[in-house]
């Protein structure tokens, strides 16, 4: 079992639809990191987390620490946010290694 | 003010060759991270560097290595290379302090044929 899980694996939605992308970890963590990859393999940092919420533009991330579980969200979806999202865990306070889940390929269909 | 900046972009080499990536932080980051991110994959993580000393490394044989240079940049060297060292190498650079997350460079992409 991956020790970062994210849930869907693939999600095609309608331009406008509300978003929803799940991680499960099952590793005590010092922080919850969300990135998006396009095509062609550029990583962005959309949120570092390690308790409660944080917005940015249309984009939410939220992190249960008990539950070992956090969300992204974003709102009134574009095309433009096709994309995939990759969600990562920092484990050990000694060193900045990132265990990453397998990502959730988003497409928004206009 | 450039972001973390890897070279070369693409990259083909022959099996049992050796190849050197480069890394170039954002400047005032001394920290560096390389990840590979095989096709379909998330990143698996290879080495952490900070101030110049390595602080972490990931599962990968010895034919990975790493250094890092006064000026916080870093190579990434891998020796008699396979087909499956094929993938996406990753670089990532961080500021000091809990508050900040990371910057990724767009990767150099090795083909090994």
């Known amino acids: 079992k991956n020790e970062v899980e994210q849930s869907p694996q693939n999600l095609t939605a309608q331009e406008g639809e509300f978003i929803t992308i799940n991680c499960s970890y099952s590793v005590g963590i010092s922080a919850l990191h969300w990135l998006q990859q396009h095509p062609g393999g550029g990583i962005v940092s959309l949120f570092m987390l390690s308790s409660g919420k944080k917005k940015h533009g249309r984009l939410i991330a939220t992190i249960n620490i008990q539950e070992k579980h956090s969300s992204l969200h974003i709102t009134a979806s574009h095309p433009r946010d096709s994309a995939v999202y990759i969600c990562a865990v920092r484990t050990n306070f000694g060193n900045e290694k990132l265990t990453f889940g397998t990502g959730t390929r988003l497409t928004i269909i206009p | 003010d450039a972001g973390v900046t890897q070279s070369p972009t693409h990259l083909i080499k022959t099996r049992g060759q050796h190849v050197t990536l480069r890394c170039s932080p954002i400047?005032?980051?001394?920290?560096v991270s390389w990840y590979q991110q095989v096709l379909g994959q998330g990143p698996q993580f290879i080495f952490q560097y900070y101030e110049k000393e390595e602080r972490g490394r990931g599962n990968f044989p010895d034919r990975f290595s790493a250094r890092q240079f006064p000026n916080y940049s870093s190579e990434l060297n891998v020796n008699a290379l396979l087909l499956g060292d094929s993938a996406l190498y990753l670089c990532?650079?961080?500021?000091?302090?809990?508050?900040?997350?990371?910057?990724f460079g767009s990767g150099t992409r090795l083909t090994v044929v």
């Open positions: 400047s005032g980051h001394k920290s």
């Open positions: 990532a650079s961080r500021s000091p302090g809990q508050n900040y997350g990371y910057t």
